[in-house]
């Protein structure tokens, strides 16, 4: 038995696990499951507690959905990794997910893990909480009372509080007008484990950037913006020396923590590459 | 009681809710061939398909894939018919030790059910989380090349 | 190109025919150690120490033996408390380590004794509830630190060396003074784990009635480990059976008895007979099995200026971990491989195996091969690099010959490292791309190494035996004792015993590593299966057939000399004329008249002779392998990260039985050498502890990141081996690492001398390469 013994629910409507997910008592919900029975697992070989229940949201169709108009693009949170990659949505400013979708892991967890698990369980060993910070998402929480609320990815990784509601879809804005430009850098040519990236968005007005935003992935530790950076590059044209300059306007203390000089060296070789492609793609809005 | 459907058969198990998928094939169903190398989903060795894809058995609830096709190393050949992709695995030398075998099979079935002529880097990333200790990745990959050139060929073999 | 199966099973020495184990696998039915299960059995775990240096006070196991499903608790008071070793026949000293430790522990981890319970979850349960009381000693982790006079004493010797090996050859201190050139370089090699898929298990069954064991073992040496237990647990050899199942990888970790085997036979015993299987856990693997010696390479040389390597002195420090294990043996073969490979008069090198509190260094495949073979194929380039000498030149002018002897006495027949190098410059296009891709950042490096078959370690003589049965309808038995554990020798072995038969080899079945039923063989290690248990086995064959072939003859008043059986033949060597069928030669020996079971066996012990600790000299193998390996690499200035183009590997094997074997064999050691050079790095804590003790953590290469791999065969047809071959199995690890080092030197001129490389290591060493540049043309 390589974990405690519990009691399994599997509901088929979200509201029937809603009413699970308050009711029951020591519970824990389960997505793809690559990340929870990991962690079950990991806690019993301490001899540390683990939930009585496991409710699995497997079967709840609604949560699968995939769909996107003029506006908008809505993931459900049951949305398995590589039917995300797979999806015929992801153009514009979405298709950086795709990127992201081939990153993560490897071919079996990309066949079980959830986009919303990934984002839940606040994993920072992919390269998914940073995108969606990037890209302005708002995670969409529902409660057994029926009550919605709406927290920004940003918010979201930034407290890291913990919730009763359950997360039902993720939704991004659709944004012609954007350029990206996306920079990873991995442990070594022979793994698949990232070790930090670098997400950048910004809009040209004439020949300034406006509206940057830069978000810090540090592989394992965290995702956050860096907002010295992104107040340089506003007020800066974009000119070709520019991305040399902006070395030495960046939010040193984020690079810095738990950062080897390695790390530290690549952060700044990623954000030079990546300022250079938002001013090579200047005339294409989207990379 | 849980109803798994384990290579065409319909199992009726009493389980309790903690066991993994892996360890109902191994020590419920006595079905051996798929291993557990590292029990933390690093090594691939648990890989089975369920509904055609290839997943690890040792991160998923046994009670969470009830009613779901599962198809493990066992369920390939056909009586003394063995699966292209066994036979080539054989012609190709890729079997050493053989322990990540079933998982390697298994991994690249679900590749090939779905595309039979993949390229060598649609190969590699299908497998990338298959572990050979051996090395033997370059007669692995050879002879997934040809199972699916095999499997193109012979159209009527069942999925 | 890909090697596809050879179906024609006539004649299949040199042959790729499929592995006579290939269906069983593909199809999920193979039996590992690890599937075995039996009614009734029960799960074993290990007591072990929290601390890396303690003396024993007590064990309590009183609340553990209450807890409902523990059914036998097993402590050190319940043995005889003899101590086992690897090295034991020549180095005595060394057996240092008790199956249950009675009175000190020496590592994290090490063990004290064992539980059995109904399930894995009771036993672990009962093993909380047994209260042991430690003196905690001071402990060392660091192998320097280690050898400092004042330093905690792990065992008895000395400083904590634990073997010490000096080579000494002519005059070095004169022909340092004799040298155009000298230099020293330092290597840092880390420790790493083989890291087998299949982890160590097995299960111990004690027959109560007539007080005999059988264990069912994941092993590469099952006789050694037969041999282990018999004198652990005071019984005769042949009331101990050992059967190897398949096993899922060994990379020398499995070599020898551990603590687990010789619990699950005890256990079993206080249980009444019940059967008992432990099982490693992955934490457990990289704890508490074998590790490979971490090391630190002194070496310092001199060349002529016209290209003699004239002499080479230093010192290797290796870390031995807990208890010796293989350490003697490591030791060795860190040094006297360098004698395989060049011809050197002066030589004066010093190895030193040494004591640690972390987890027990052991013979990972390469037995130090590996490590030396970074540290001297590196320092090999740099002299060459020093008298402006193209790296393949310098060895050119410095490789062994065949038929010579070595100044350590080693005899070397057949050497093909010659046109191993040759052969594998020229595929690589050598002479066009070194020195010239700088612009590209590419480079080219080579490396070279010699392997033994075999070695006289743990016993006075290293046999191997074999037995052929031949049924009356003709089905042929292969009884041996050689250990397959995935490199293909039951399949070497029925195409060597079906081509010395002279029949086909689908009539071959293979029976190995059960101590019971099949002859002694000392187990897959040191590349020697094929060379020793190939040649027992072509003996066995001949002696089969020539059982036939005495029957044929006199029954056709013939002479035996004349007659031969070839594809499936009997026929008259003089005229060539077939006599009659195997078939009908069998019918005969079995008929009325006769009634002949054919019975063949043979057995062979190399003429070697063993390493003479005091002096280095020694002939241990009855032939040598050699191979020369080259890396094209392509280096990224900015980010540090370097991509291998493509590898070649040209290996004299003597003669390949099964050449997609032989191949798959080199491909796998290319891949674990790629996963040493770049990933592989097992690092201990401040208590000694694996930091990366799991395979999230500790890197094992996968298929992403191979490049391209060309093996070049060179058949030098041994005179010694069967049908010509050698064996081979580790050689092409050997020189990875440094040919991957020399070709990253060749792209962008920095020299990494401690593995594994990295992408920061690279930058760091770019910087200075700048920084020192910049100082260079400021003093101009």
């Known amino acids: 038995m390589l974990i405690h013994p519990l009691t399994f629910y599997t509901p088929t409507t979200l509201l029937e696990a809603l009413n699970l997910y308050s009711s029951l008592g020591d519970v824990r919900l389960?997505?793809?499951?690559?990340?929870?029975?990991?962690?079950?697992?990991?806690?019993?070989?301490?001899?540390?507690?683990?939930?009585?229940?496991?409710?699995?949201?497997?079967?709840?169709?609604?949560?699968?959905?995939?769909?996107?108009?003029?506006?908008?693009?809505?993931?459900?949170?049951?949305?398995?990794?590589?039917?995300?990659?797979?999806?015929?949505?992801?153009?514009?400013?979405?298709?950086?997910?795709?990127?992201?979708?081939?990153?993560?892991?490897?071919?079996?967890?990309?066949?079980?893990?959830?986009?919303?698990?990934?984002?839940?369980?606040?994993?920072?060993?992919?390269?998914?909480?940073?995108v969606m910070i990037g890209l302005e998402a708002d995670l969409h929480f529902m409660g057994s009372d029926g009550q919605a609320q709406i927290i920004s990815a940003e918010e979201f990784f930034k407290n890291a509080a913990k919730t009763d509601k359950i997360l039902t879809r993720v939704t991004i804005k659709r944004d012609k007008k954007a350029t990206i430009a996306y920079r990873r850098v991995k442990k070594s040519p022979f793994v698949d484990i990232p070790l930090l990236s670098i997400f950048m968005k910004t809009y040209f007005e004439g020949d300034r950037f406006t509206d940057t935003r830069v978000v810090v992935n540090n592989c394992v530790a965290f995702a956050q913006r860096d907002r010295v950076l992104e107040d340089f590059l506003n007020q800066s044209p974009c000119s070709n020396g520019i991305a040399q300059k902006a070395l030495d306007h960046l939010d040193q203390g984020i690079y810095r923590l738990r950062s080897s000089d390695y790390k530290q060296h690549m952060f700044r070789v990623s954000i030079k590459s990546a300022i250079e492609q938002l001013i090579k793609s200047r005339n294409n809005p989207i990379p | 009681m849980t109803t798994l459907i384990v290579n065409n058969r319909k199992y009726e198990l009493n389980l309790k809710g903690h066991e993994t998928l892996l360890e109902v094939l191994r020590d419920h169903l006595g079905l051996t061939g798929t291993k557990t190398a590292c029990e933390e989903s690093e090594c691939g060795t648990c890989t089975v398909n369920i509904n055609g894809k290839a997943v690890l058995s040792c991160v998923t609830f046994a009670c969470a894939v009830e009613g779901e096709e599962i198809t493990t190393i066992e369920g390939l050949a056909q009586g003394d018919l063995l699966h292209p992709l066994q036979q080539a695995f054989i012609d190709y030398g890729a079997v050493q030790c053989g322990f990540c075998i079933p998982g390697m099979i298994m991994a690249a079935k679900a590749l090939l059910d779905k595309n039979p002529e993949p390229t060598r880097e649609e190969i590699d990333y299908a497998l990338d989380g298959n572990l050979c200790r051996c090395g033997g990745y370059p007669k692995i990959l050879e002879a997934i090349w040809q199972a699916g050139r095999e499997m193109k060929k012979e159209r009527s073999w069942p999925q | 190109m890909a090697t596809i199966v050879n179906k024609e099973f006539v004649n299949p020495v040199g042959k790729s025919v499929p592995r006579i184990d290939g269906k069983g696998i593909v199809t999920g039915q193979t039996k590992y150690a690890f599937d075995v299960s039996f009614p009734n059995m029960l799960m074993g775990k290990m007591i072990r120490s929290p601390h890396p240096h303690a003396r024993i006070l007590s064990i309590d196991t009183s609340k553990a033996e209450k807890l409902p499903g523990v059914r036998a608790i097993i402590k050190a008071q319940d043995t005889y408390n003899i101590k086992f070793g690897s090295n034991e026949y020549f180095f005595p000293h060394t057996v240092d380590q008790m199956a249950l430790e009675s009175e000190k522990v020496r590592y994290v981890g090490d063990e004290i004794g064992a539980v059995a319970a109904v399930d894995q979850e009771t036993a672990e349960e009962a093993i909380k509830l047994i209260d042991v009381k430690y003196e905690v000693l001071p402990h060392v982790v660091d192998v320097e630190e280690a050898m400092k006079p004042g330093a905690p004493r792990i065992h008895e010797s000395l400083n904590n060396i634990a073997v010490i090996l000096p080579v000494n050859f002519g005059n070095a201190e004169r022909a340092l003074k004799d040298s155009d050139y000298v230099r020293e370089d330092r290597f840092f090699m880390p420790a790493a784990h083989p890291a087998a898929l299949e982890p160590h298990v097995c299960v111990g069954q004690w027959e109560t009635f007539s007080n005999k064991i059988t264990l069912w073992s994941s092993s590469q040496a099952p006789f050694k480990c037969r041999d282990a237990l018999a004198k652990t647990l005071k019984m005769d050899l042949n009331d101990v059976r050992v059967i190897k199942m398949a096993v899922?990888?060994?990379?020398?970790?499995?070599?020898?008895?551990?603590?687990?085997?010789?619990?699950?036979?005890?256990?079993?015993?206080?249980?009444?007979?019940?059967?008992?299987?432990?099982?490693?856990?992955?934490?457990?693997?990289?704890?508490?099995?074998?590790?490979?010696?971490?090391?630190?390479?002194?070496?310092?040389?001199?060349?002529?200026?016209?290209?003699?390597?004239?002499?080479?002195?230093?010192?290797?420090?290796?870390?031995?971990?807990?208890?010796?294990?293989?350490?003697?043996?490591?030791?060795?073969?860190?040094?006297?491989?360098?004698?395989?490979?060049?011809?050197?008069?002066?030589?004066?090198?010093?190895?030193?195996?040494?004591?640690?509190?972390?987890?027990?260094?052991?013979?990972?495949?390469?037995?130090?091969?590996?490590?030396?073979?970074?540290?001297?194929?590196?320092?090999?380039?740099?002299?060459?690099?020093?008298?402006?000498?193209?790296?393949?030149?310098?060895?050119?002018?410095?490789?062994?010959?065949?038929?010579?002897?070595?100044?350590?006495?080693?005899?070397?027949?057949?050497?093909?490292?010659?046109?191993?190098?040759?052969?594998?410059?020229?595929?690589?296009?050598?002479?066009?791309?070194?020195?010239?891709?700088?612009?590209?950042?590419?480079?080219?490096?080579?490396?070279?190494?010699?392997?033994?078959?075999?070695?006289?370690?743990?016993?006075?003589?290293?046999?191997?035996?074999?037995?052929?049965?031949?049924?009356?309808?003709?089905?042929?038995?292969?009884?041996?004792?050689?250990?397959?554990?995935?490199?293909?020798?039951?399949?070497?072995?029925?195409?060597?015993?079906?081509?010395?038969?002279?029949?086909?080899?689908?009539?071959?079945?293979?029976?190995?590593?059960?101590?019971?039923?099949?002859?002694?063989?000392?187990?897959?290690?040191?590349?020697?299966?094929?060379?020793?248990?190939?040649?027992?086995?072509?003996?066995?064959?001949?002696?089969?057939?020539?059982?036939?072939?005495?029957?044929?003859?006199?029954?056709?008043?013939?002479?035996?000399?004349?007659?031969?059986?070839?594809?499936?033949?009997?026929?008259?060597?003089?005229?060539?004329?077939?006599?009659?069928?195997?078939?009908?030669?069998?019918?005969?020996?079995?008929?009325?008249?006769?009634?002949?079971?054919?019975?063949?066996?043979?057995?062979?012990?190399?003429?070697?002779?063993?390493?003479?600790?005091?002096?280095?000299?020694?002939?241990?193998?009855?032939?040598?392998?050699?191979?020369?390996?080259?890396?094209?690499?392509?280096?990224?200035?900015?980010?540090?990260?370097?991509?291998?183009?493509?590898?070649?590997?040209?290996?004299?094997?003597?003669?390949?039985?099964?050449?997609?074997?032989?191949?798959?064999?080199?491909?796998?050691?290319?891949?674990?050498?790629?996963?040493?050079?770049?990933?592989?790095?097992?690092?201990?804590?401040?208590?000694?502890?694996?930091?990366?003790?799991?395979?999230?953590?500790?890197?094992?290469?996968?298929?992403?990141?191979?490049?391209?791999?060309?093996?070049?065969?060179?058949?030098?047809?041994?005179?010694?081996?069967?049908?010509?071959?050698?064996?081979?199995?580790?050689?092409?690890?050997?020189?990875?690492?440094?040919?991957?080092?020399?070709?990253?030197?060749?792209?962008?001129?920095?020299?990494?001398?401690?593995?594994?490389?990295?992408?920061?290591?690279?930058?760091?060493?770019?910087?200075?390469?700048?920084?020192?540049?910049?100082?260079?043309?400021?003093?101009?």
């Open chain 1, 30 to 130: 389960l997505a793809g499951g690559t990340f929870l029975l990991n962690n079950l697992k990991l806690l019993k070989k301490k001899g540390m507690k683990t939930p009585q229940n496991i409710v699995s949201l497997k079967k709840i169709g609604e949560l699968r959905e995939i769909s996107a108009n003029e506006k908008t693009l809505t993931i459900g949170s049951m949305t398995v990794i590589n039917d995300l990659f797979n999806s015929p949505f992801l153009c514009d400013n979405f298709s950086l997910l795709k990127t992201v979708c081939r990153n993560i892991s490897t071919q079996p967890i990309r066949n079980m893990a959830t986009v919303g698990g990934n984002l839940t369980c606040r994993y920072t060993w992919t390269e998914m909480p940073a």
């Open chain 3, 248 to 780: 899922g990888g060994g990379f020398g970790g499995k070599l020898e008895m551990l603590p687990m085997d010789f619990a699950a036979c005890l256990l079993s015993k206080k249980t009444g007979g019940l059967p008992v299987k432990i099982c490693y856990n992955r934490e457990e693997e990289f704890l508490s099995s074998r590790r490979k010696h971490g090391m630190i390479y002194t070496l310092k040389s001199g060349v002529k200026r016209v290209g003699t390597l004239l002499v080479m002195t230093g010192e290797v420090i290796a870390d031995g971990g807990a208890y010796c294990s293989y350490g003697p043996t490591v030791i060795a073969a860190a040094i006297m491989r360098i004698f395989m490979l060049y011809k050197i008069q002066h030589f004066r090198i010093t190895g030193y195996r040494v004591y640690t509190n972390t987890p027990i260094s052991g013979a990972m495949r390469g037995f130090g091969g590996v490590q030396s073979g970074f540290a001297i194929e590196s320092h090999i380039d740099l002299l060459a690099k020093g008298i402006g000498l193209d790296p393949v030149e310098f060895r050119l002018k410095n490789i062994t010959t065949p038929n010579m002897i070595t100044i350590n006495k080693m005899v070397l027949t057949t050497n093909g490292i010659r046109e191993c190098i040759e052969q594998a410059t020229q595929r690589a296009q050598w002479k066009e791309k070194h020195g010239k891709q700088k612009h590209l950042c590419r480079g080219i490096g080579i490396g070279i190494a010699a392997d033994v078959m075999g070695a006289k370690m743990y016993k006075s003589h290293e046999s191997a035996g074999s037995i052929v049965k031949v049924e009356e309808d003709g089905s042929v038995y292969l009884f041996t004792g050689a250990a397959d554990t995935g490199q293909g020798s039951n399949t070497a072995l029925s195409q060597i015993a079906a081509q010395e038969l002279g029949v086909s080899y689908s009539r071959v079945r293979c029976k190995a590593g059960d101590t019971e039923i099949t002859p002694f063989d000392t187990g897959s290690f040191a590349s020697r299966v094929t060379f020793i248990s190939g040649n027992a086995t072509q003996r066995a064959a001949h002696d089969a057939k020539k059982q036939i072939l005495s029957v044929v003859a006199e029954e056709l008043k013939l002479n035996v000399d004349h007659l031969n059986i070839i594809a499936e033949e009997v026929i008259n060597t003089k005229d060539k004329l077939v006599i009659m069928s195997f078939d009908k030669a069998l019918e005969l020996c079995y008929s009325f008249n006769y009634g002949r079971q054919i019975i063949g066996r043979g057995s062979y012990n190399p003429k070697t002779t063993p390493v003479d600790f005091r002096t280095g000299e020694g002939n241990v193998s009855g032939s040598y392998g050699f191979e020369a390996q080259i890396a094209e690499v392509e280096v990224n200035k900015e980010t540090g990260e370097v991509k291998i183009l493509k590898m070649w590997d040209a290996h004299d094997i003597g003669k390949a039985i099964n050449p997609q074997s032989v191949e798959a064999q080199i491909e796998g050691s290319l891949a674990m050498g790629i996963g040493y050079t770049f990933l592989e790095n097992l690092q201990f804590d401040k208590q000694g502890r694996p930091a990366n003790g799991n395979l999230a953590h500790y890197r094992l290469p996968r298929s992403m990141g191979m490049p391209e791999m060309e093996t070049i065969l060179i058949e030098t047809n041994d005179p010694e081996g069967p049908f010509g071959a050698k064996g081979m199995g580790e050689a092409s690890l050997l020189p990875t690492s440094a040919a991957i080092a020399n070709a990253i030197e060749d792209a962008i001129g920095i020299r990494i001398k401690e593995l594994p490389i990295t992408p920061d290591k690279i930058l760091k060493a770019l910087q200075e390469k700048e920084q020192n540049e910049k100082k260079e043309a400021l003093s101009v």
